[in-house]
């Protein structure tokens, strides 16, 4: 079965500083992969999500993302955070085709001090 | 608003009580979840409905029983839970079901067991 690994339980930050947030997954075959986001009080959102091509995937709010198939891995990076990105990130997999569940990590939460 | 409505925000029910939770999408997906949400665990897939069909339960206890009367209604039915059954219980819902497209969250409910 596949899973995912979140390794940063909870990033501290100033801001301006540059993010990489940690994403591993476990299974070896094709995969979608996402991240979603959950800002205090509000629901999880779709960050981005990456299906095929270009592996550095762009969202919103100036995030992107760069699936790395032989390191298994999917960070989340943003080159100059603001306070408002304060929230819990979390990473999903599943596996395209059928019917595949999408997989969640444990979620890292990012504080960012003004 | 995300297009899926969960109610009540809040819910604080005893041992022996039997409540419900409702959450409902004007979206037109197929597909809807119930997933739970804990401190520092991944978020718990605990039913598929695809079609207004289960197709997956992923070994809930007998005390949480989900009804989904149509593709834009799903239920939790809950009765004589647990204490560590507090927890924040989300409603997703997708397209369809396994296509890794993303989800669409509802803001959830936040139940405290006493």
């Known amino acids: 079965a596949q899973s995912v690994s979140q390794h940063n339980h909870h990033v501290i930050l100033s801001e301006a500083a540059s993010l990489e947030l940690g994403c591993n997954y476990s299974y070896g075959g094709t995969v979608n992969l996402f991240w979603y986001v959950q800002y205090p009080g509000q629901h999880l959102q779709l960050l981005l999500k990456?299906?095929?091509?270009?592996?550095l995937v762009k969202g919103i709010k100036g995030f992107e993302a760069e699936f790395i198939k032989s390191k298994f891995s999917f960070n989340l990076r943003k080159p100059s955070v603001q306070w408002s990105d304060t929230a819990e990130y979390f990473c999903a997999v599943n596996r395209p085709g059928g019917y595949q569940k999408v997989t969640f990590g444990t979620g890292t939460k990012l504080q960012v001090i003004p | 608003e995300t297009g899926v409505t969960q109610t009540p925000r809040h819910l604080v029910m005893g041992m022996t009580n039997k409540k419900s939770l409702k959450c409902e999408q004007h979206l037109g997906h197929n597909a809807m979840y119930w997933y739970k949400q804990s401190a520092k665990k991944p978020l718990e897939l605990m039913f598929v409905y695809n079609f207004k069909e289960q197709t997956e339960n992923n070994s809930v206890p007998s005390r949480f029983s989900p009804e989904c009367p149509n593709s834009s209604h799903l239920f939790l039915h809950l009765h004589t839970l647990q204490p560590e059954d507090s927890a924040l219980y989300l409603c997703?819902?997708?397209?369809?079901f396994g296509t890794g497209d993303g989800y669409t969250f509802g803001s959830g409910t936040r139940l405290t067991v006493v």
């Open positions: 997703a819902s997708s397209q369809d």
């Open positions: 990456y299906f095929s091509g270009d592996p």
